[in-house]
């Protein structure tokens, strides 16, 4: 592998875009687009879309399906959410790559969290800066690059911009499998470490909400006559903390338990919610086993249980196909003069979906920073143009051949 004339054209192409694509991820930033923030994220897809416009393609909204959630007195509720943005080149190539990243950010609408600054040692503090709309820009500045390559026509690529990946991507998943299906190779934006270190095998991921209904009463005059929905739910929850250290690899965060109401009364509603992550599919097998028999048997007469949800993010192995194409991206990198290294995770994000739709993918190609999700989330503006190189590399050794796209995919189909 090495660097020909016609990749270092497009390489500087992306040197040429450095500050454009650094200036407008600082201005994305700014604008909220927390998971619930309708108007932000409405805000926010109107902008992409602009800017998806410099791009020689296909350009779409495409409508997400609602999903449920569990509110804190038991309900089952329908929500909506925003579309996901799509944009399309080339469809019927020989090398179909898929790249993915999301618009939202944990951040609401009340943060007090909203702008950049600039530290003093040089890197940018910005919600969702590093994750992802840094990433964004990175990805649109490297498929931009790569249209000046004389090879682009063996590859078409598709884009795919989600507005719920913090929440799981209940209404995005089913677009996520169905490109993961159909394409050859992945790439995922949500950022890299900050020294650069990327997300190598990850643990899949479950939320599960446990519905428990009980039956009022006074809590003075009639304490024998009610069934304490809460007391069920405290006791259900410290059954499922006593599954962690019974298999290796699978933790169970009891996150919140809610419910009940005025201290005189016996409650009749709770909800216990929690979340699970595992190595791979027999742990996940194994969990789910063991949370439907705790939600099968009601701690004391009266109660009744209902479990609502499952595995958002199933487990992504590094599997054959994983590896070799670790193995080329870490050649890639060295071109550039990048040290490419991964460690295990037990975050989850796309690339679990779109590894388990059977299609291999890195997923942290996004910029480099850190404390992610926190009101220090920061990105290095340096890497903005590093990370941008190295996604357009990937690309163009990708159409010369020199990474090889159906091989990879191969490999992830024998181990599906």
């Given at each position: 592998m090495k660097i020909h004339p016609y990749d270092q054209v497009v390489l500087d192409r992306v040197a040429?875009?450095?500050?454009?694509?650094?200036?407008?991820?600082?201005?994305?930033s700014e604008i909220n687009s927390g998971s619930r923030n309708d108007a932000g994220l409405a805000r926010m897809l109107d902008v992409l879309e602009a800017e998806a416009r410099i791009l020689p393609a296909e350009i779409e909204r495409i409508p997400t399906s609602p999903s449920s959630i569990v509110g804190d007195d038991g309900r089952v509720i329908e929500q909506t959410h925003a579309d996901c943005l799509k944009i399309t080149a080339r469809p019927d190539a020989p090398i179909q790559v898929v790249l993915t990243g999301h618009y939202d950010t944990v951040f609401p609408a009340d943060s007090p969290f909203?702008?950049?600054?600039?530290?003093?040692?040089?890197?940018?503090?910005?919600?969702?800066?590093?994750?992802?709309?840094?990433?964004?820009?990175?990805?649109?500045?490297?498929?931009?690059?790569?249209?000046?390559?004389?090879?682009k026509d063996r590859v078409g690529w598709t884009v795919l911009l989600s507005p719920d990946e913090e929440i799981g991507s209940p209404a995005s998943a089913?677009?996520?499998?169905?490109?993961?299906?159909?394409?050859?190779?992945?790439?995922?934006?949500?950022?890299?470490?900050?020294?650069?270190?990327?997300a190598g095998?990850?643990?899949?991921?479950?939320?599960?909400?446990?519905?428990?209904?009980?039956?009022?009463?006074?809590?003075?005059?009639?304490?024998?006559?009610g069934r304490n929905a809460v007391a069920g739910a405290a006791i259900l929850a410290a059954a499922l903390h006593g599954l962690n250290?019974?298999?290796?690899?699978?933790?169970?965060?009891?996150?919140?338990?809610?419910?009940?109401?005025?201290?005189?009364?016996?409650?009749?509603?709770?909800?216990?919610?929690?979340?699970?992550?595992?190595?791979?599919?027999?742990?996940?097998?194994?969990?789910?086993?063991?949370?439907?028999?705790i939600a099968s048997t009601p701690p004391f007469e009266g109660l009744h249980l209902h479990l609502h949800g499952g595995f958002t993010r199933p487990p992504k192995p590094m599997d054959a196909a994983q590896t070799e194409l670790f193995d080329a991206v870490r050649r890639t990198g060295a071109l550039l003069g990048q040290t490419i290294a991964w460690k295990s995770s037990g975050g989850v994000c796309e690339g679990n979906n779109l590894h388990a739709a059977g299609l291999p993918n890195i997923d942290t190609l996004g910029v480099l920073g850190g404390d992610i999700h926190s009101a220090d989330e920061f990105a290095w503006p340096d890497s903005f143009v590093a990370r941008g190189q190295l996604s357009a590399l990937i690309l163009c050794k990708t159409a010369s051949g020199e990474i090889d796209a159906h091989r990879l995919k191969q490999l992830r189909l024998e181990t599906l």
């Open positions: 040429e875009a450095g500050e454009r694509i650094l200036s407008r991820a600082v201005a994305w909203q702008t950049v600054t600039k530290r003093a040692d040089g890197a940018l503090n910005g919600p969702g800066l590093a994750d992802m709309k840094g990433g964004i820009s990175v990805l649109m500045g490297a498929l931009e690059a790569f249209e000046a390559h004389p090879d089913p677009l996520l499998a169905e490109l993961g299906a159909r394409g050859h190779l992945g790439l995922t934006y949500e950022p890299a470490l900050a020294d650069g270190t990327l095998a990850r643990k899949g991921s479950g939320n599960w909400h446990l519905i428990v209904t009980g039956k009022a009463a006074h809590a003075g005059r009639a304490f024998d006559e250290g019974q298999r290796e690899g699978v933790s169970v965060n009891v996150a919140k338990i809610s419910g009940g109401g005025a201290l005189n009364v016996v409650a009749d509603n709770a909800v216990v919610r929690f979340n699970v992550r595992v190595p791979d599919a027999q742990a996940a097998a194994w969990i789910e086993h063991a949370v439907t028999d």
